[in-house]
């Protein structure tokens, strides 16, 4: 995570450290010269090191970014990142965070906080505005860094996750390879391999303090004449900053390098502490998968036994929606208790620490989840992953559709498109958990991810979003957060589905979903929801009935709650922000209106915003964690009264497999963005690789 204050140091007393170079002429540079400084190179081409992490706010460029993400622009915009490298024939290598080592737990709690002050004056914007914020409140999507490694893997790039601090991985791999160089906006990699110390300074105390200790770091390649602990010395330190330099210094050294040793300061349990739980086979898969970016939430659950998700745009004023953590929160358990129930054991499985944002937490310490077995037991996980034949792709698709409450869509298992079958499931499950949800939210999930795939990129730029809402904002990012929970639950149960199925960029654009968010709550007719499109109305129509037939077997009733009208409707505007006329459904204040109306059903009753009940919620035993935390309260509007206990809503498992408001825009669309027939059949995905590998 840096050193603070060494960056502004470089620039006031080294700026000549600092330098503008063209990478083309440094990669013909560094070819020229290769034999001889890069004998372990294991590529002709010159290679940049990428730390991804500090790149993703230069790949996000898209002007819209607070509607949950434009995928498809940001898929482009990467793409033709990378190809302007590869033209100039440079090798990429990335490296992403894997994990938050124990050790700097602390820090990132401390900017997950700043970030949620961040994003309260978002939403206070939003609500008072009506539009989107300037770029000095930007926000990256949410799972951009998950999602981004999957998207550059299917570039054909190498891409890493890390299993310690990223900074040290990706400076490892450039001084074992003979990289080119790091592209990365990080101090960390000034320490790094800092070979040749500056010329000597006879400025400020300061400035000679770090000198000496570049001068130290020099040494311990045993390329300078004078002994670290000479040089040690002759600084005048006091023992106990001796010994804390010394551990410092440790820190940054590199595997090969000379001197003292860097000292392992993870905190992290030995993957041993698991085996009891997953066979040795698993743990390698999982490790594998984990550092190629192949894998999602398996290596943290069972190598680690703790996960974390960072900030997510949620207003912390709005009661009426949960947090993403809380909807999502039986969907891990059952994940959880897949990866490791023990059948037939005494002994229950560990729980697991959960470091996830969300409005309420605090985040003094880390949630205690507990796994939950599938309904219909846990099926080998060896099986699952490594197991071959006709019965075990129907039990892979059965556990993964189990874990969403929607194992009935296994019918539909090769009839649509992957990617449509993993929307449907994600909608269906969000339906299920929370009762505040309507049948508008419905209609604008379904029609955006039906009408996405027949929208060029080019379409979707030219929509216009009249206003914006807060709550379709959340309704966007809740969306994107479930795709993440998609893929774990997808890894965890042996990759039934491609995981190129689960990607945003093939069933959420932000904008869109905004579009039909508006005006599926306007009273908009089917047919213009749909884009007057025949094929897509049958479809999402299709789909809908799906969705309803599983809820009403779990008696969830959806009930249609308009939150505003179209121009010249039934419902008169008043007067909004700068004069705009703003229908008089619409919250406004920080939703206020709707909030009045009564809270969600299974909320609690008394007042208070999502801290002070999240700090009563972790004051629940053990048993209660089991329980939904939602599971609690009143109705309204004729929804049913209380709710089920998770599990119970499984019947017996079965082992069988498989614009504008008013009107809209002309459309101009390819051949390649048509779907043919009634149906769009069959993945048009490859079959995945075989689980393990």
């Excluded at 503008?20 to 560094?30: F, G, I, S």
């Excluded at 005494?346 to 205690?368: H, S, T």
């Excluded at 909030?595 to 999502?610: I, V």
């Excluded at 329980?627 to 119970?648: A, I, N, T």
Aim: aromatic share 8%; charged share 25%.
């Amino acid at each position: 995570m840096g050193v603070k204050g060494l960056q502004y140091f470089m620039d006031c007393c080294c700026p000549e450290v600092c330098v503008t170079v063209n990478l083309r002429d440094m990669a013909e540079q560094h070819v020229a010269r290769s034999p001889d400084t890069a004998p372990c190179s294991d590529s002709t081409d010159p290679t940049l090191v990428v730390d991804g992490m500090a790149c993703l706010r230069h790949w996000y460029s898209c002007k819209n970014w607070v509607c949950g993400g434009q995928w498809r622009e940001y898929m482009d915009v990467l793409q033709s990142w990378v190809e302007a490298f590869n033209s100039a024939g440079i090798r990429l290598v990335f490296f992403f965070d894997g994990v938050v080592e124990e050790q700097k737990r602390k820090e990132w709690v401390k900017r997950r906080r700043r970030v949620n002050g961040e994003i309260s004056k978002i939403f206070r914007y939003i609500k008072a505005h009506e539009e989107q914020p300037g770029r000095e409140l930007f926000c990256l999507p949410s799972g951009l860094a998950t999602f981004t490694c999957f998207a550059l893997r299917s570039f054909g790039q190498e891409v890493f996750c890390s299993v310690q601090e990223a900074d040290y991985e990706v400076a490892s791999y450039a001084r074992q390879h003979g990289s080119m160089g790091i592209l990365g906006q990080d101090s960390d990699f000034i320490i790094y391999d800092r070979k040749k110390s500056p010329v000597p300074h006879h400025g400020a105390p300061q400035g000679q303090m770090v000198l000496a200790v570049s001068q130290f770091v020099s040494s311990l390649w045993g390329r300078e004449e004078e002994e670290p602990g000479h040089i040690l010395q002759s600084m005048t330190l006091s023992a106990f900053h001796q010994e804390l330099l010394e551990r410092g210094i440790c820190a940054y050294l590199l595997p090969g390098q000379e001197g003292l040793h860097r000292n392992e300061v993870s905190a992290r349990p030995p993957a041993s502490a698991f085996e009891k739980y997953v066979s040795p086979e698993i743990l390698k898969a999982c490790r594998e998968k984990h550092v190629a970016a192949e894998g999602f939430m398996v290596y943290g659950v069972v190598c680690e036994g703790v996960i974390e998700c960072s900030n997510t745009l949620e207003d912390e004023e709005d009661t009426e929606l949960l947090p993403q953590a809380l909807v999502y929160k039986p969907c891990r358990q059952h994940i959880y208790g897949l990866l490791l129930g023990h059948d037939g054991s005494a002994v229950d499985p560990p729980a697991i620490r959960e470091w996830f944002v969300y409005p309420g937490n605090p985040l003094k310490e880390p949630d205690v989840v507990h796994p939950v077995s599938l309904p219909c037991g846990r099926p080998s996980l060896d099986s699952l992953w490594f197991g071959t034949g006709s019965n075990v792709s129907a039990l892979r698709l059965t556990s993964f559709l189990t874990i969403f409450d929607c194992q009935e869509f296994s019918e539909l298992y090769g009839t649509v498109d992957a990617s449509l079958l993993a929307a449907l499931c994600l909608v269906t499950y969000i339906v299920l958990q929370v009762q505040t949800v309507s049948q508008e939210d419905v209609d604008a999930y379904l029609s955006q991810v039906v009408c996405l795939s027949v929208k060029s990129p080019q379409d979707i730029r030219q929509i216009k979003l009249p206003f914006l809402s807060s709550r379709a904002v959340q309704l966007g990012s809740l969306y994107v957060r479930g795709l993440s929970h998609l893929l774990g639950a997808n890894c965890a149960s042996g990759c039934p589905l491609p995981n190129a199925a689960l990607m945003p960029w093939h069933s959420f654009d932000g904008v869109l979903f905004h579009s039909k968010y508006l005006l599926a709550h306007s009273g908009t007719d089917k047919t213009v929801l749909l884009d007057s499109d025949s094929s897509c109305l049958s479809l999402f129509l299709h789909l809908r009935e799906k969705l309803l037939e599983t809820c009403r077997k779990r008696g969830r009733v959806l009930q249609s709650r308009p939150r505003h009208s179209a121009t010249g409707q039934s419902h008169k505007t008043t007067t909004g922000p700068r004069g705009r006329e703003r229908p008089t459904g619409w919250p406004s204040g920080g939703g206020e209106r709707w909030k009045s109306r009564g809270e969600m059903t299974g909320a609690p009753r008394h007042g208070g915003g999502w801290r002070e009940r999240a700090e009563e919620s972790r004051e629940q035993s053990d048993h209660d964690n089991r329980e939904r935390l939602w599971e609690r309260g009143g109705h309204r509007g004729g929804e049913m009264r209380g709710s089920q206990h998770f599990h119970h809503f499984y019947p017996e498992c079965h082992g069988e497999g498989p614009q504008s408001t008013s009107h809209r825009p002309k459309q101009s669309r390819g051949r390649s963005y048509r779907s043919r027939g009634r149906y769009r059949l069959a993945p048009r995905w490859s079959e995945p690789p075989a689980p393990g590998t």
